[in-house]
């Protein structure tokens, strides 16, 4: 049976992640810090495991994947946080936290499945970054984009050492996504709509546009794409110019 394990997995993306392996036949292991919303997903999702676990602390990691019993087939890192404020106002143990949530987290989870993977000689690993963490950071967002970019960069390291053991790498950039820490935002009328109109489609991304491009990655359609981080932000980045009059 496939297996994969799942950081961050009761946030808005990663539970939808969550919701469509577990219907394509696999055996989810649900890793997060907070063991009520864990449970509470557990629940609703066949042949699923909770996992509560301090993904930024390697034994507490390491505990889990025993208790998970499989050698995992994928492994997805979406555990995440932010902390908002300017810079010059930056709480140091914030910016420390968020480095440590959204970049240290991954290494530790993706080191110690890869080794069980690498064992196996397969296995397939998906970062979820940002569009923050490409040349574009958002403001007042303290430590956010300096990690999910160091996330892009460490993805692409792993694959060059890790493609030869059989295990693929790749990196998913969400960008206006209407779920977890963003959902927020979408609640006024007025903000959602100013959003809109920045991307070319002219809508507000979803989580399961972001998990269907996991799905995607995680299928043998997807066997020579390795390395790469895949933007899913209905063209939003490449819309600096798109209302500036020519004519």
Known sequence: MKSILITGASGGIGSE???????????????????????????????????PTDVTDEDSVNESIKKFGDTPSALVNCAGIVRFGSLLEQNIQDFKDVIEVNLLSSFIVSCATAKLMKEKGTGNIINISSISGGKHPAIHSGAYAAAKAGLVMLSEQMSLEWGKLGI????????????????????????????????????????????????????????????????????????????????
């Open 17 to 51: 992640i969550a919701i469509q392996t577990a219907a394509d036949g696999y055996k989810v292991g649900l890793i997060d810090l907070n063991e009520e919303k864990l449970n509470e997903l557990q629940s609703k999702i066949p042949n699923s495991i909770a996992l």
């Open 168 to 247: 693929r790498v790749n990196a998913v950039s969400p960008g206006f996504i209407d779920a977890g820490m963003s959902a927020s935002h979408y609640q006024d009328a007025e903000e959602r709509k100013k959003r809109e109109v920045m991307v070319p489609i002219q809508r507000i991304g979803t989580a399961d546009d972001i998990a269907k491009v996991v799905m995607f990655l995680l299928s043998e359609d997807s066997s020579y794409i390795h390395g790469e981080n895949i933007l899913v932000d209905g063209g939003v980045m490449n819309s600096v110019l798109a209302n500036i009059r020519r004519s």
